[in-house]
T-cell receptor
């Protein structure tokens, strides 16, 4: 499967600040996805990022709170803005391609564990 | 939109016994159903998936069954081992739609 890395792996932040999470894939992919996993909860899709266009956000998530960049076919960032303790979660990026072929499933990065104090 | 319900939320079985986790989905258009295993502190990893043109799929000790009429699908793990302890998530999606809706997860504990 694709090798996906994320930085940072974890962080502790103060409320009101912002954190940018990086996701790097070892091969070019068309779509990159960002998920949130709140403590003890399931995975919820935040947005889908295409290179060269605005990200598509799911219901309940807005660009002002979670701006996303997709500067090339192997990299994306998610920023969690003006953080509050409710933003404490694991943030995961994912792709749906294997060796250049689209699949129906998601392959996840290792996640970024964010704690907001 | 799609809604996926997963039961039970926790499951404890003796090593060597079988474990069954069940999911129901709401959107009859969904036709792709993966299962993920997430060990503590690790990323979710795909363990098996099934498409709507198939009723059952097996991979060694793991099997998934799908009942399209009733809109439910199940994960079966036989001869459970301690390394099967993890949180398992079901999901539903539509082929080509690039979007998966996940169930709430089942924390499976295998007791030695």
């Amino acid at each position: 499967s694709a090798v996906i890395s994320q930085k940072p792996s974890r962080d502790i932040c103060q409320r009101g600040t912002s954190l940018t999470i990086q996701c790097q894939v070892d091969s070019q992919v068309t779509m990159m996805f960002w998920y949130r996993q709140q403590p003890g909860q399931s995975l919820t899709l935040i947005a889908t990022a295409n290179q060269g266009s605005e990200a598509t956000y799911e219901s309940g998530f807005v660009i002002d709170k979670f701006p996303i960049s997709r500067p090339n076919l192997t990299f994306s960032t998610l920023t969690v803005s003006n953080m509050s303790p409710e933003d404490s979660s694991i943030y995961l990026c994912s792709v749906d391609e294997l060796a250049g072929l689209r699949t129906d499933t998601q392959y996840f990065g290792p996640g970024t564990r964010l704690t907001v104090l | 939109g799609e809604n996926v319900e997963q039961h039970p939320s926790t499951l404890s079985v003796q090593e060597g016994d079988s474990a069954v986790i069940k999911c129901t989905y709401s959107d009859s258009a969904s036709n792709y159903f993966p299962w993920y295993k997430q060990e503590l502190g690790k990323r979710p990893q795909l363990i098996i998936d099934i498409r709507s043109n198939v009723g059952e799929k097996k991979d060694q000790r793991i099997a998934v069954t799908l009942n399209k009429t009733a809109k439910h699908f199940s994960l079966h793990i036989t001869e459970t081992q301690p390394e099967d302890s993890a949180v398992y998530f079901c999901a539903a999606g539509f082929q080509g739609a690039q979007k998966l809706v996940f169930g709430q997860g089942t924390r499976l504990t295998i007791n030695p």
